[in-house]
C-alpha cells in the first residue's frame, strides 16, 4: 500500500479513537448473541429499539465526553464531587457496573467455551473437551498476558477476528437477502404480546446505550487529551461510533431474522448460532463463524475484567494502573467468575441476555446525573447544555425508565 494512502488511513484512525474503542467493547459476544436471539424469535419487529438505543447512545456519548472536555475530569470523579453525597451515586453506579460485568463475563465466556468446544469436535473428528477445561486454559492465558503486559499484540490479532466476523455477517446478510420492506416495517414501535420480549428490548437497550460505556467513554476521551476545543471532533467521533453500532447490529439481527427465525431456532443452545451460516453450508463456513465470536468474545473480555481496576481508578481520581497489586488481584478475581456458567442451570446466550438486561436497569443512575452536569453554570460556564440537547438528554432519561421496567418486569 503507499505510505500516503497508510498515512492517512492512521490519521483518520486517530481522529476517531474512542469510537473505534467503543465499537470494538460494545460489539462483542453480547451484541451478537442479543441480536441474534431477538432476530431469530422475533424477526425485525424489534428493530425499532435498536435504533432508538443508538440514536441515545449517540446522545449521551456526546454529553458525557462535551462534560469531560470541559472540567478536563472523569465521569465517576465529576458525580463524587459535583454532588452533595454524590460519593454515595457514584458507588452505586461503580458497583452496579461491576456486578452487570461480572455476569457478562460468566456469560461471555460460556459462549466462547461452547463454541471452541463445537470447533474442536468438527476439527478432531467429533472428539468433545469438556467447558470446565476449555475456560481454564482460556483464563488462565487471557491472565498471565495481562500479567505480563501484552494485551496490545493480542488486541492486534483479536481485531483481525472481529472485523472478519463483521464482514462476514454482511456476507451473508447479502446472500439471506432480506426483504427491506420488513426492515421499514421494524421501524414502526411494537412489542409482541409474547414471553421474553420485554427482556429483550431492555437487553437490546442494555446491549447498546450501555451505562458502562458512557462511564469508559469520558476515561477514554480523557486519555486522548482532547480539550473543548475538540468538541467537533468528539461529535464526530460519537457519530461514527453509533453509526457502526447501529450497522453492525441491525445486518446481525436482520442475518438472524432470514436464517434462524425462518427454521424456526430460537437460539436457546450457543451452537444454534452458526446455523446463520447455513446460507454458505458446510463445516468450513461454521469455523469461520466460530472463529469470528470467539474473537469478539475474547476482545471483549479485556475490557470486562479491567473495569473494576478502571472505574475504582476513576472514582479515586488516580491513574489507572493495570500492573498494581490491587489491580491484579481484582483481575484474578474477575477471572474466577468466568466459571459461573459451568455451575449454573441457564444457558450461556439466555444468561447474556439476562446480564444485558441488567445494564438497562443501571442506565437512569447514569443519564439523570449528566442533565444536571451538563447544566452546572460553575461547571460547564458558556459550554452548557443547549435546548436541543436538553430534550435530547431529557428523552434518554425517559428511555432509560420506561426500558429499566421492562427489565425489571421481565426479571420478577
Known amino acids: 500500500m503507499d505510505k500516503k494512502i497508510w498515512y492517512k488511513i492512521k490519521l483518520a484512525l486517530a481522529a476517531v479513537g474512542p469510537g473505534l474503542f467503543l465499537i470494538g467493547y460494545n460489539i462483542g459476544t453480547g451484541s451478537v448473541t442479543t441480536m441474534a436471539k431477538t432476530g431469530a424469535e422475533f424477526g425485525m419487529e424489534l428493530f425499532w429499539a435498536l435504533v432508538l438505543s443508538c440514536v441515545f447512545t449517540f446522545i449521551l456519548m456526546v454529553a458525557y465526553g462535551k462534560v469531560t472536555l470541559v472540567s478536563g475530569k472523569t465521569a465517576l470523579y465529576n458525580i463524587k464531587h459535583e454532588f452533595r453525597y454524590g ?8 458497583a452496579a457496573l461491576i456486578i452487570g460485568e461480572l455476569l457478562a463475563l460468566m456469560g461471555v465466556m460460556g459462549i466462547v467455551a461452547d463454541l471452541v468446544q463445537e470447533a474442536i469436535r468438527l476439527l478432531f473428528n467429533d472428539l468433545v473437551v469438556s467447558r ?9 492465558g487471557l491472565y ?18 472481529v472485523i472478519f466476523m463483521g464482514l462476514s455477517f454482511i ?3 447479502f446472500m439471506v437477502r432480506p426483504d427491506f420492506s420488513t426492515l421499514a416495517e421494524g421501524l414502526v414501535p411494537g412489542i409482541p404480546d409474547t414471553p421474553g420480549a420485554l427482556g429483550l428490548v431492555a437487553a437490546i437497550a442494555g446491549t447498546t446505550c450501555s451505562a458502562a460505556v458512557f462511564i469508559m467513554r469520558s ?21 461514527v461510533s453509533a453509526s457502526m453500532m447501529l450497522f453492525l447490529s441491525g445486518v446481525i439481527m436482520a442475518v438472524a431474522a432470514g436464517t434462524l427465525h425462518v427454521m424456526g431456532l430460537k437460539l436457546e443452545n450457543t451452537v444454534e448460532m452458526i446455523h446463520l451460516f447455513a446460507p454458505i453450508g458446510g463445516n468450513v463456513a461454521a469455523f469461520v463463524l466460530i472463529l469470528g465470536i470467539v474473537g469478539a468474545g475474547l476482545s471483549t473480555i479485556f475490557p470486562i475484567v479491567l473495569i473494576a481496576p478502571w472505574l475504582i481508578a476513576d472514582y479515586s481520581g488516580k491513574p ?10 481484582l483481575i484474578f478475581v474477575a477471572m474466577i467468575f468466568a466459571f459461573g456458567t459451568i455451575f449454573l442451570e441457564q444457558r450461556p446466550p439466555a444468561l447474556m ?10 442506565l437512569p443512575a447514569v443519564a439523570i446525573p449528566i442533565l444536571l452536569l451538563i447544566n452546572r453554570p460553575a461547571l460547564m460556564g458558556k459550554n452548557h447544555a443547549k435546548l436541543k440537547e436538553n430534550v435530547g438528554i431529557l428523552a434518554v432519561v425517559l428511555f432509560s425508565f420506561v426500558t429499566s421496567w421492562f427489565a425489571i418486569a421481565e426479571l420478577f
Do not use: H, M
Not at 460519593?87 to 461503580?94: E, K, N, Q, S, T
Open 219 to 239: 476515561s477514554v476521551v480523557a486519555e486522548k487529551g482532547w480539550t473543548i476545543n475538540n468538541l467537533k471532533d468528539e461529535k464526530k467521533d460519537a457519530f
Open 171 to 173: 456476507v451473508v446478510f
Open 144 to 161: 498471565l498476558l495481562l500479567w505480563f503486559g501484552q494485551y496490545k499484540t493480542f488486541e492486534k490479532a483479536l481485531t483481525v477476528f
Open 353 to 362: 441476555v439476562f446480564s444485558q438486561a441488567f445494564q438497562a436497569v443501571i
Open 87 to 94: 460519593w454515595v451515586l457514584a458507588l452505586y453506579i461503580l
Open 320 to 329: 489507572r494502573n493495570t500492573k498494581s497489586t490491587q489491580s491484579r488481584v
Open 132 to 140: 470446565g477445561w476449555i475456560i481454564l486454559v482460556l483464563a488462565v
